[in-house]
């Protein structure tokens, strides 16, 4: 039940309905807490007016070889966290905090078999954008089997006017990875404040078989709310969650997006920092996954929609050539449970289908049925191809359970203030390298739903209690995040392969930002939990340098509204 400390607060807010929807301390407001706009009419941005727009390409400011070993190449890469101004809704402007002060950041191409260097420097004002705490940061990329020192633990925090160079490895199968601020009890805020990105990864197999070039389209969905002023709003409802009015793909409020007659690619990112999603084309035709969260799906799997929490990455193909010249097909949103929805959030975006011209770089002739991502990265060290993991291979069954216990969001029982407590030893399960684990993900909470990240991992979804006992269609590829809806369960088999690096610790939580900081997540290690400790093995460091030592250059993009 809802304490008479919540119903006060909730007051404070204004008036609303509330419904309890069972489980522990499970009640959700039927209305809104003053989440919607504020802004004048001329202020508000109209569905498929916005130009749609790629983000930029970040070149390295440094290629070359380890050793001068041409088998080792490497790339280094230079990012500046800072203010900027975007403009988000028509004639106003929105201060954000950004990877080089725009939303989304620079996108980063990298290359399997290439490693990264990525120096991040914060050059944020001492207070948050969104909050009144130190304006410190946390960059985890999602996706990479990274050491537990650069894989963004919560404490590992670069402060304001400090620097740390994140190394990524990318000996991963290809995938669409991103990367955003993980910062301890501030994630939301500042992911929601604009610090998020693309980090695509391809190899061989994925340029042999998927469109690129211009036919690869990145496609970050997030939602947000406007002060009359155009600044962000912000209001996570008591810690349940943020759902804003306004949709925006790439930063731009309902874009629309000119499409040639041919067959494109999109990776489909859930930035939100809390909204869920199930897009449809509004012609009713298919659409074809062949990517999940950690790479492609060995059987293409054709869907009328699918199901996207906060995180997870869904690559979709979407044949144009059946479309007649200047026809408009929309992107529509579906929605799901306990969603807060708006006027216009049931609208994502809009494609326009031109003319053809130009060349057919980087298109594919038809839909492809089935796709090779070339097995494991390390069958020599004991790898197995995620797909390939089988329910016998397992050597330890775990039971994970996402639960609300009087207000506060936990996993079995646990907090993140709890792993702090104990000088951050407490462990949920301690795999060895290259074994083979069996997790189910429970929701007990009732009256919302989870989007589980498990850090490092890519995982086969072999069950749920939902769906026949099966996966959806759509999550028929390696998954590193799980939606667990509403009293679901997901049981997914694993393998902790460290690459040939030792393990350490790695944090799993709930990819519902809010619910991460309040306090949803815990730890696991691989191996010996002391090694690589992600605090202190690499902290960051004062930043001695100008402004002005890494100016960032972008690659030639695509015309404006392709």
Known sequence: MTSRREVLQFGAFGALGLAGMGGNDDVVPTVPLLTQSLLAPQNMPVPYAGVFRRPPVLAPFQTGFDDGDPDRPFARYALTEKLGQAQFVPGLSTTIAGYNGIFPGPTIRAVQGTRCEVRIRNALPAKGLLHTNAFRTVTHLH?????????????DFTAPGGVKTYHYPNWQ???????????????????????AAFYPLSDDYERGQLPQGEFDVPLMISDAMFNADGSLGYNDRLHVGLYGDIILVNGVPWPTMKVKPRIYRFRVLVASISRSYRPTLSTGDPMYVVGTDAGMTPIVQAVSSWRHGTAERYEILVDFRKYRVGQKIDLKNLSNKNNVNFANTGKIMRFEVVADSGSNLGSISSIPATLDDGGSVHPHLGGIATMSLTPDMAKVKRQLKVEKVNGVWKINGTTWDDVAASRFTKLFGNPQPYDVEQWTITNASGGWFHPVHIHLIDAKIIGRNTNGGKPFAWENGPKDVFYAGENESI???????????AGGRYMIHCHNLVHEDHDMMVQFAVGDYRVNDPITSDPAYADTMSMDAYPPVYLPGLPAGT
Not at 146 to 155: M, R
Not at 173 to 178: D, H, M
């Open 173 to 195: 199968t290809a995938r669409t990875l991103w990367y955003h601020d993980h910062n301890h009890h501030l994630t939301a805020q500042n992911v929601y404040s604009g610090l």
């Open 491 to 501: 049981t997914a088999l694993m393998q902790f392969d460290t690459g040939r690096d």
């Open 143 to 155: 996706g990479s089997a990274s050491l537990p020192q650069y894989d963004g633990y919560a404490h």
